[in-house]
Nanobody, 117 residues
Framework: QVQLVESGGGLVQPGGSLRLSCVASGMVFGGDIMSWFRQAPEKQRELVATITDRGSTNYAPSVKGRFTISRDNAKNTAYLQMNSLKPEDTAVYYC???????????WGKGTLVTVSS
């Protein structure tokens, strides 16, 4: 089993920045793929960014150039640096992990990001 705990959400003004963290505990391995998803009110959950164990990254077009995903395998932690935030970035952000050893998937409980003046 793997547990994921997100932190770093909050209220920020448009144009501001936030850094989200996701700490994994339990049966974690460096080969796991980690992602961030988000879900805005009355909208479907969407993929924001993904990072592989080798550091390859992919981003949703809506955040490319503004958000950066990274990871520290020694700390079992993934990060999402969010810059130039817009009101439409307001959502609950979820950490997601795919275990390399068996393909099982895990979700965190989410952290709320609100972009508003």
């Amino acid at each position: 089993q793997v547990q994921l705990v997100e932190s770093g959400g909050g209220l920020v003004q448009p144009g501001g920045s936030l850094r989200l963290s996701c700490v994994a505990s339990g049966m974690v391995f460096g080969g796991d793929i980690m992602s961030w998803f988000r879900q805005a009110p009355e909208k479907q959950r969407e993929l924001v960014a993904t990072i592989t164990d080798r550091g390859s990254t992919n981003y949703a077009p809506s955040v490319k150039g503004r958000f950066t995903i990274s990871r520290d395998n020694a700390k079992n932690t993934a990060y999402l640096q969010m810059n130039s935030l817009k009101p439409e970035d307001t959502a609950v952000y979820y950490c997601y992990r795919v275990a390399a050893i068996d393909g099982k998937t895990y979700w965190g409980k989410g952290t709320l990001v609100t972009v508003s003046s």
